[in-house]
Each structure stands twice: as C-alpha cells, then as structure tokens.
C-alpha cells in the first residue's frame, strides 16, 4: 500500500527557494491512516522524515533528496468551539486564519500577515514578533493534537517549554502536529483573552485602534 502512497518527483514547487530537486521518496498527506503507514514504513526501512508545509522556511542543500518529504495535504478546516475558541487544521495558512479572525472581529497574531506559512509550520517554530516584543502564536494556543510513535494525542499549552522560535516541534520528524485550539477575545479586550487562556503571560500589546494596527487590517480586507 505503501509503495502507492509514496512516488519520486522532481520539481521546484517544495521551496520557496524555487530551487529543483529530485526527491526518491514524496507523498502528500491525505489523512491520518496513511500518516500511520508511511511512518510505520520509513521505520521499516531506517528512513529519515521531513513534513512539509508552505515550503517557506525549507532549504533543500541536496539536489538528490533520499529522506521521505510529506507535504501536509489534510483537510484544512476551522472549527469554531464557542468561548471564542477554535480548532484549526494545522495545514490552514496562516493568512486564512487571520481572515476568519478579521470577520469575526477576533484579536489574533496579524503581525503574522506576512509571513508565508501554514499554522503548523508556525506552531512548530513559534513565529512571532521580534525578541523585543514578547509576542507570538503561542499566545493564543490551548492545546494542540498530534501524533506521535502512532499514538494519537492531545497536549494542553501550559505542559510545553516554548520559548523565541523554539518548541519541542521545532526540528522534530517523529511528531506530525494535526491541529490547535486557539483563544482569542473580541477587539481590543486583551483582559478577556486572559481570562479565556489564563496561561497566556501579561504584556503590553499594541492597541488595535493604532495606526499601524488599522492599515493592517486594512491590507487584511484587500486580500
């Protein structure tokens, strides 16, 4: 089954380098249950594994890539939970979630609007504002469910060591995030978040009546 699943391909779409590779073995990740029987493969055969999502923050060195590359392909989907709490695909890109959060008038990480990325891949890094500012994703996360040795399971926010484009994900193949439940509160109700997601430390965030936070949203609505 497995020997379906996983194909040679050569292409210049992995990366947003643009550069051309030729990889030996390349799936994208449908569902769970093929998760499970590829990693159950590759350890049958001593391979290594790289998942994929946007390509923005991946550089292939090789022009021969032997390890197994999964592009996250799952259904992407958000979920709302009520609380103004909502789980969400961890192959949902980062400016899709932005936008559910600018129509429902939720505050959320718009200084993310640049960036490139699937929530998985900003999960598994931290992405987030400059050291300076104290700010990133994890700010908003509760908990977040995965997979890992094939067991799936879901861990709260508060029971993981994050800290500046740092998590225990960040560089980690063996565990394939699935989705997060994120908090956010209405407007500028930065008090409320607090109380939603009490694990989330105090700071001083931008107010969203600044100038700069209003010609984000702005761009935000253009897009």
């Given at each position: 089954?497995?020997?379906?699943?996983?194909?040679?391909?050569?292409?210049?779409d992995?990366?947003?380098?643009?550069?051309?590779?030729?990889?030996t073995?390349y799936?994208?990740?449908?569902?769970?249950?093929?998760?499970?029987?590829?990693?159950?493969?590759?350890?049958?055969?001593?391979?290594?594994?790289?998942?994929?999502g946007?390509?923005?923050?991946?550089?292939?060195?090789?022009?021969q890539?032997?390890?197994?590359?999964?592009?996250?392909?799952?259904?992407?989907?958000?979920?709302?939970?009520?609380?103004?709490?909502?789980?969400?695909?961890?192959?949902t890109?980062?400016?899709?979630?932005?936008?559910?959060?600018?129509?429902?008038?939720?505050?959320?990480?718009?200084?993310?609007?640049?960036?490139?990325?699937?929530?998985?891949?900003?999960?598994?890094?931290?992405?987030?504002?400059?050291?300076?500012?104290?700010?990133?994703?994890?700010?908003?996360?509760?908990?977040?469910?995965?997979?890992?040795?094939?067991?799936?399971?879901?861990?709260?926010?508060?029971?993981?060591?994050?800290?500046y484009?740092?998590?225990p994900?960040?560089?980690?193949?063996?565990?394939?995030?699935?989705?997060?439940?994120?908090?956010?509160?209405?407007?500028?109700q930065?008090?409320?978040?607090?109380?939603?997601c009490?694990?989330?430390?105090?700071?001083?965030?931008?107010?969203?009546?600044?100038?700069?936070?209003?010609?984000?949203?702005?761009?935000?609505?253009?897009?």
């Open positions: 089954m497995t020997a379906n699943r996983l194909t040679p391909y050569q292409g210049n992995l990366s947003w380098l643009r550069t051309t590779h030729q990889f073995h799936a994208q990740l449908a569902s769970i249950e093929q998760l499970e029987d590829i990693m159950q493969y590759a350890s049958q055969k001593g391979l290594k594994t790289y998942f994929l946007n390509g923005s923050n991946t550089l292939f060195a090789r022009s890539i032997n390890t197994i590359v999964l592009k996250n392909n799952m259904p992407r989907f958000i979920i709302p939970l009520g609380n103004e709490c909502f789980e969400i695909s961890t192959s890109p980062v400016m899709q979630v932005l936008r559910y959060c600018l129509r429902h008038k939720l505050d959320s990480f718009y200084y993310l609007a640049s960036v490139p990325a699937t929530i998985g891949g900003a999960i598994a890094m931290n992405a987030g504002r400059g050291r300076k500012y104290h700010l990133s994703i994890f700010d908003y996360i509760e908990s977040i469910t995965l997979v890992r040795n094939g067991q799936k399971q879901t861990v709260a926010r508060n029971s993981l060591k994050v800290g484009r740092s998590t994900f960040t560089g980690i193949q063996d565990t394939f995030i699935i989705s997060a439940v994120l908090a956010a509160a209405g407007g500028a930065i008090s409320k978040l607090a109380l939603v009490p694990q989330i430390p105090a700071f001083d965030a931008p107010s969203p009546d600044s100038r700069g936070e209003a010609l984000l949203l702005k761009a935000l609505s253009s897009r």
